[in-house]
């Protein structure tokens, strides 16, 4: 397993059709629907097995100096419980510190919340509903 800093178009094809198939598709959204206008400006990563073919993504944005986002964490669930969610965390949360951020928040999945409490991250409120159905909390973490 190693961790990828994707580069070429070919990698950010493959990286955006993960996030798509995780996190979009199965609620029916489109193609497309899995990005935002943030995404020229993030930090993204991937985890591979061999070549270039991601089987966990994620995101860290920054909101302003002292806070940093993650967004868009999305493991193959054929990879799921493996390491590959929490290497792509450590990745993100070294080059937030690196950057000098102070805390990171995010709005994790509710399936997801204990995955972010073993990382350290606590709940910080009731986040919104996704799709009319996911659950989401806002989560947090002091660097
Ligand atoms: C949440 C997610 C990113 C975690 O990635 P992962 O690679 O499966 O996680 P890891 O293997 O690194 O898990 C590390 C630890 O977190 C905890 N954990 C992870 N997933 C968990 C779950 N579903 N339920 C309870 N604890 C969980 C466990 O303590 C686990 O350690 P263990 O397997 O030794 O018990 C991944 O399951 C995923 O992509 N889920 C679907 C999409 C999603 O919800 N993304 C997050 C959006 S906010």
């Known amino acids: ?9 070919e990698d ?4 955006y059709d993960l996030r798509w198939r995780i996190l979009r598709k199965p609620w029916g ?9 943030l995404d020229n400006t993030s930090y993204h990563v991937m985890v591979a097995e061999k070549e ?7 995101r860290l944005q920054f909101n302003n100096d002292n806070e940093a986002q ?8 054929r990879h799921q419980r493996r390491g590959v969610g929490s290497l792509l965390l450590q990745t993100l949360e070294k080059f937030a510190r690196e950057k ?6 995010l709005h994790a999945r ?9 990382h350290g991250y606590h709940i910080a ?9 996911i659950q989401h909390f806002l989560m947090k973490k002091i660097l």
Do not use: C, W
């Open 1 to 9: 397993m190693k961790v990828i800093l994707p580069k070429t178009k």
């Open 12 to 15: 950010f094809e493959k990286y």
């Open 29 to 37: 959204q489109p193609r497309g629907s899995e990005k935002d206008e």
């Open 52 to 58: 270039h073919n991601p089987i966990g993504v994620a």
């Open 70 to 77: 993650i967004r868009y964490m999305a493991v193959d669930e």
């Open 100 to 105: 000098h951020a102070s805390y990171i928040i």
């Open 110 to 118: 509710e399936p997801a919340v204990p995955f972010y409490q073993k």
């Open 125 to 133: 409120g009731k986040s919104y509903l996704l799709f009319d159905s």
